[in-house]
């Protein structure tokens, strides 16, 4: 690799007799585990750090580090005497291998999360402590706090986003960061507040690093989100992003091609109309879109301003 590309990676000392093992392969080295703060310098401790960064890795999960065990190869190396001295060049991060035929991502089990385990839950607060309680899913383990929901339960309207992001992880809460603000003004143009909305999102718990949650992940928390709605019982939902609405249509249509128009979603106990529309981060990153999310507030407020 050119000195020019090594200066843009991550660089630090690996076992050379991986490297040479593995250097024709995309994937990640095996790294011997250090035995002291003195294994590496600051500048190599910076960079592994900035490349956690930079896979997602945004909160410290435990009170001290973790440090895998070293390869079972690496091991036999330094057990039989040989190839076990690092290389001094340094070597730069990989990208992640790809999945092999018999791999798969790790992910809930879809029928850990069934339509029946939610039924009997008769009200909001038995729903909440159900979820809070459950352990099935990999991603509580890693957030902070579950994020149900906010706004009025009584209210006519719920709108329902994708996942929680960092903030709304910290708080408990969906939409409350720099995107929840945005969702704020974007009601209050047309007369809405917290006050007569319920929000709430198809996941409850935050992905790792602000990932996209995986379709496994969505199938498992939709039956969720089905006693949630049947619970409520809002006259209208509003979908805010691609994401939520794939999950209740049951489409595979991108947002642009739903959003616009009315939709029926049903909820195992009647249909309710729904309306899809752009997710305020994605206006963020893209703020030439917010003339079609302009025309979706609009068609809602018609909908809307005789309830």
């Given at each position: ?25 995309k994937t990640f080295i095996s790294m011997m585990p250090p035995q002291s703060d003195e294994d590496y310098s600051p500048q190599e401790m910076l960079s592994m750090l900035r490349q956690q960064v930079e896979m997602g890795a945004d909160e ?13 190869g690496a091991v036999n190396a330094v057990a039989d005497g040989q190839n076990n001295q690092l290389s001094e060049a340094p070597i730069a991060i990989l990208a992640p291998p790809t999945l092999g035929q018999n791999e798969t991502v790790l ?201």
């Open positions: 690799m050119p000195a020019s590309e090594l200066d843009e990676t991550i660089q630090f000392p690996i076992l050379k007799d991986e490297y040479l093992k593995n250097r024709h392969n410290a999960l435990l009170d001290e580090p973790f440090v895998s065990s070293p390869s079972s992910s809930p089990a879809p029928d850990m999360i069934t339509d029946q385990n939610w039924a009997g839950c008769q009200d909001l607060e038995a729903l909440r402590q159900a979820c809070s309680n459950f352990d099935g899913c990999g991603l509580k383990k890693t957030a902070s706090n579950m994020v149900f929901s906010d706004g009025n339960p009584d209210a006519d309207i719920m709108l329902i986003g994708e996942a929680p992001g960092a903030d709304e992880d910290r708080q408990g809460k969906p939409f409350v960061g720099v995107s929840g603000q945005l969702l704020d003004r974007m009601m209050a143009s047309i007369g809405l507040t917290r006050s007569n909305l319920y929000i709430s999102n198809i996941i409850l718990w935050r992905p790792p690093g602000n990932r996209t949650p995986t379709t496994e992940e969505i199938a498992a928390f939709l039956p969720i989100m089905k006693r949630h709605i049947q619970l409520i019982a809002p006259k209208v939902i509003v979908t805010l992003g691609g994401s939520s609405t794939k999950a209740l249509l049951g489409t595979q249509d991108g947002i642009l091609k739903c959003r616009g128009k009315w939709h029926e979603f049903d909820h195992g106990n009647g249909t309710i109309p729904l309306l899809a529309t752009l997710h305020p981060a994605y206006l963020l990153r893209t703020p030439g879109q917010k003339a079609l999310a302009w025309q979706d507030l609009r068609m809602l407020y018609h909908h809307v301003k005789n309830f």
